[in-house]
């Protein structure tokens, strides 16, 4: 009968820790610079001493900052460490046959990694403390959060590290597996999305990467984690009462990827178990992962050096529409045989592989082909789908007109602009053939003659079931000539370009779209002044700059004049008009920022703080009463120029 | 006492061990012999629970070796390739071994510095093969195991060395019981040590006996007739025969007295009984079972 299961041994946590003492030794020195040492230095030799607000913000700041990288850095490097007579045959023929279950061997080695890392970050925190009671800035509660934001990265990493290491039985390949696979899906992503970008008519990618959390470095750096304070930790205190209100940036993010390193360390235990000995040595020392590696290479190699090739053989000929589909394919089939030959190479030990690995080799280029063509000829239907109105919460469009004094940009819960957006929408993507055609040529595009403009078009809707469809058409070619067709593309965009919440926006809300803010969210508008400025010519010939400031009640009254004249309909324009005469002239007012603490489908509201925010007024010569109103205070709009 | 039954271990599809089984008696000195890639490293692998088995069993006095902590800490083992960590002294060994075996004993370490002219603060990776393998023998000997498996355990170690290393095991076995399995390719060297014997070729155990069982089945005899050989009674069953002149080589299978009793009746002019090596026993018993036994051994 087995003996009952041990989890820890002394006698190998010890001889850890001693043997690898001087990179615990480096570590606790690179943490003793960084903190007590260099805050005795600093606080010690300044003239004025800081807040103790300023010390412990500096000291998140640090721990913040510095815990991720320097635990993404030292996490695989202790992994690598404790573990590593794994990846040694007769090491690990000569430990497992000592008399320990490996789940013994595992977790006392594992606390060793970790202990060496903890250990040296609470004896720098406590120094730390040592050195801010010295200045009168002891707090607990912030030694506690700069101590979390080393330990909880730190518990994440090594941990991930350790999963890595368990995974390979070829020590240097653990820190690439462990490097690539931090930034894999964030790549894979992007990668995925350029691939589809390729194929795909309309093709919107959003901003940032949605899986972004899966890739904990990006995520950390991308969060930035440090001390702030207040709601959006964005002001910046006077005096040390405001400590209190000092906090962790992403803590919120350290927590779950702390939670993420125990599943991670739970996951080696259990790899730890099934793990043959045997695979000492080699590249991926567990059976099932080979396939996973094999054709995960493949993939990869596909989409990045597949479509590097592509580009730096075939990008310099290639305008928009002319993507070359076989092309493009060979690139990246050529690739992904590449890829899954060098991986057979490395799981094999052997460069000849051909005979083991060309049914592989051919299944991913199968895939692949086949993946290209799908996407190709829209089997999905992504090219065609345009969500119905009644199903969509809000809408984002973009719609800048190349020759066109200005663009359309805002975002809508208005059902009637819903449904301009969705016909303009539907107009483009049924346009998808002539539009390819027109961008498949060599020549740059005659727009602003023969009666065509070109413009581009990005529309996100939120659905109401919290989703988002995006799409972005750039380049698109619009026809005088067809205003009159209402299914046309120049019909759609014109009915679009005239809706009042757009007039509204292209008049008064460039500043709000640029810096997100959502108009929803101004509320008890109060006006603070503003500033007129205007380039005098008379002809030709430049005669200098009029400025002006503007009163309050003053940038009251332009504010009321330029919304009666955009309801009136006096923004209203041709897409196809060359007059681009404007004056832009600004207004400045205060608001209660109403932070949308809801979901979409029943937004509620919370009075945050007052906020400022700036009005571009983009003035035009049809705008009667608000020139009138410019007029009656001596300003005379000039739109010679 | 150890039991291997079927045991199967496959590396990517090579079969190193393909149903090996193997029984050791309590207090017996095994030999497991073989050529180069036979799987007798394999089979003592999976006997240390560094290997698993795709399937069939291993016991040591019938309990599970595998991740059976209780089991393996009454085994010590010498590999061909004995691990020690880098920077590591034979004292920092000693004291990492301590903490795997509750009853290593301090004082028989002590005791063996006289035997062992090694100095235990110097690093283990700074000393030659054969000092290496004299430190893995004083750290396995103070294990007070009740099992020894050694594979290939004396290569490097000087005449003088092995004779000692030796000495101290069969001590050993004499005095607390241990039972010892060793793994070789060189059937001269266990002859002297063993007293059970198994052979392994491409992953089993072709046979495995006693020694004494072995002896007292084959009889080699030097016979030298008066003129033609007469017929040979048929009750004798001959493995095989020489001649250098008049005096035959004959190695018969059976009792030596009832073999001698039945040449007496061929009167021979000359017959004497000539001690067997261990491996001429092998060669003969096994080839005519049409094993490549002389493979094996030559």
């Known amino acids: ?641 | 006492m150890i039991e291997v039954k079927e045991l199967v271990k496959t590396f990517d599809g090579f079969a190193a061990l393909a149903g090996a089984s193997v029984t050791v008696p309590q207090g017996a000195i095994y030999g497991l012999v073989g050529p180069n890639g036979a799987g007798k490293t394999t089979l003592l692998r999976h006997l240390t629970g560094v290997y698993r088995q795709d399937s069939g069993s291993i016991t040591v006095d019938g309990q599970s070796v595998w991740e059976n902590p209780a089991v393996k800490m009454r085994i010590a083992s010498i590999p061909d390739d004995w691990y020690y960590f880098m920077q590591a002294s034979l004292r920092d060994m000693m004291h990492y071994y301590r903490g795997f075996y509750p009853q290593f004993d301090a004082t028989r370490y002590e005791r063996l510095k006289a035997v062992f002219s090694l100095s235990d603060t110097q690093p283990i990776r700074r000393m030659s093969k054969g000092m290496q393998k004299q430190a893995a023998f004083w750290l396995a000997l103070c294990c007070m195991p009740d099992y020894l498996i050694l594979d290939e355990p004396v290569d490097g170690l000087d005449p003088v060395m092995r004779r000692q290393v030796w000495s101290l095991i069969l001590q050993d076995v004499s005095e607390r019981g241990t039972t010892v399995l060793v793994s070789s390719h060189n059937l001269r060297e266990l002859e002297d040590v063993c007293d059970h014997v198994g052979i392994m070729n491409k992953g089993t155990v072709l046979l495995e006996r006693s020694l004494s069982e072995l002896q007292d089945n084959t009889v080699k005899i030097q016979i030298v007739f008066d003129g033609a050989e007469p017929a040979l009674p048929e009750s004798l069953r001959v493995l095989h025969r020489s001649a250098v002149g008049r005096v035959q080589t004959i190695i018969f299978r059976g009792k030596q007295s009832e073999i001698e009793a039945a040449l007496a009746a061929c009167r021979p002019l000359f017959m004497e009984a000539v001690p067997l090596t261990l491996e001429e026993i092998f060669i003969y018993e096994l080839g005519g079972a049409d094993y490549a036994v002389k493979d094996i051994i030559l």
């Open chain 1, 1 to 641: 009968m087995p003996s009952r299961t041990s989890f820890f041994n002394r006698t190998v946590f010890w001889s850890d820790c001693r043997r690898y003492w001087p990179l615990t030794a480096a570590y606790t020195l690179l943490w003793l610079l960084v903190l007590p040492l260099e805050q005795l230095t600093e606080y010690g030799h300044s003239f004025t001493e800081p807040s103790a607000w300023a010390m412990l913000e500096t000291m998140l700041d640090v721990t913040g900052i510095g815990g991720g990288i320097s635990a993404f850095c030292t996490g695989i490097l202790f992994a690598m460490a404790v573990f590593s007579y794994l990846t040694n045959p007769r090491a690990a023929n000569g430990l497992h046959a000592l008399s320990a279950r490996r789940e013994t061997l595992f977790c006392s080695h594992y606390l060793a990694g970790l202990a060496c890392q903890l250990v040296p970050q609470l004896v720098c925190v406590l120094l730390s403390a040592a050195v801010l009671g010295a200045h009168g800035a002891l707090d607990l509660r912030i030694l506690g959060l700069a101590f979390l934001a080393l330990a909880l990265p730190t518990l994440f990493f090594y941990s991930f590290g350790v999963f890595c290491m368990l995974f390979t039985g070829q020590l240097l390949a653990a820190p690439v597996f462990y490097g690539v696979l931090n930034v894999i899906v964030v790549a894979v992503e992007t990668m995925v999305r350029a691939f589809a970008g390729n194929y795909l008519y309309g093709w919107a990618e959003p901003e940032t990467p949605t899986l972004i959390a899966f890739s904990p470095i990006v995520k950390l750096l991308e969060t930035g984690v440090r001390g702030v304070t207040g709601a959006y930790g964005s002001s910046v205190p006077s005096d040390a009462q405001d400590v209190a209100a000092l906090r962790l940036q992403g803590l919120g993010w350290l927590w779950v990827y702390a939670a993420a390193g125990l599943v991670f360390a739970v996951l080696s235990l259990l790899v730890c178990r099934v793990r043959p000995n045997e695979n000492s040595g080699t590249t991926v020392a567990i059976g099932w992962a080979r396939p996973v590696f094999r054709y995960g290479v493949a993939f990869c190699a596909a989409l990045a050096l597949g479509q590097l090739v592509y580009y730096l053989f075939f990008g310099q000929f290639r305008t928009y529409g002319s993507y070359s589909l076989p092309g493009s394919l060979a690139c990246m089939a050529a690739a992904g045989m590449i890829g899954y030959f060098a991986a057979e190479m490395l799981l094999r030990k052997s460069l000849r592989v051909w005979r083991t690995g060309w049914r592989g080799a051919l299944a991913v280029t199968g895939t692949l082909v086949a993946l290209g063509v799908v996407l190709s000829l829209d089997l999905t239907g992504y090219e065609g789908y345009v969500p119905d109105t009644d199903r969509v919460e809000s809408v984002s469009v973009d719609l800048s007109v190349y020759s066109n004094r200005s663009s359309c940009l805002l975002t809508s819960e208005d059902p009637d602009t819903i449904r301009l957006v969705t016909e303009a929408h539907r107009a483009v993507a049924r346009d998808k053939a002539r539009q390819l055609r027109l961008g498949a040529g060599d020549t740059p595009r005659d727009w602003g003659e023969n009666g065509t403009v070109g413009c581009y078009f990005r529309v996100t809707y939120q659905l109401k079931n919290g989703g988002f469809v995006r799409r972005w058409y750039s380049d698109v070619t619009l026809f005088e000539n067809e205003l009159g067709d209402g299914d046309s593309p120049a019909a759609a965009f014109t009915a679009l370009y005239n809706d009042p919440d757009v007039m509204l926006m292209r008049t008064l809300g460039h500043r709000l779209y640029s810096e997100e803010i959502d108009p929803r969210r101004l509320a008890d508008l109060s006006f603070t002044g503003g500033y007129f400025n205007q380039s005098l010519w008379d002809g030709d010939t430049y005669l200098g700059e009029e400025s002006r400031g503007l009163t309050p009640e003053q940038a009251q009254r332009i504010y009321d004049a330029a919304v009666r004249d955009v309801e009136a309909g006096r923004v209203r324009e041709s897409l196809f008009t060359q007059d681009s005469r404007s004056v832009t002239l600004q207004l400045y007012a205060n608001y209660l920022d109403l932070q949308d603490y809801g979901n979409a489908a029943a937004p509620s509201y919370d009075v945050d703080e007052r906020a400022s925010v700036e009005f571009d007024v983009v003035l035009t010569p049809n705008m009667r009463e608000t020139l009138s109103a410019l007029r009656a205070m001596g300003i005379e709009a000039s739109f010679s120029g």
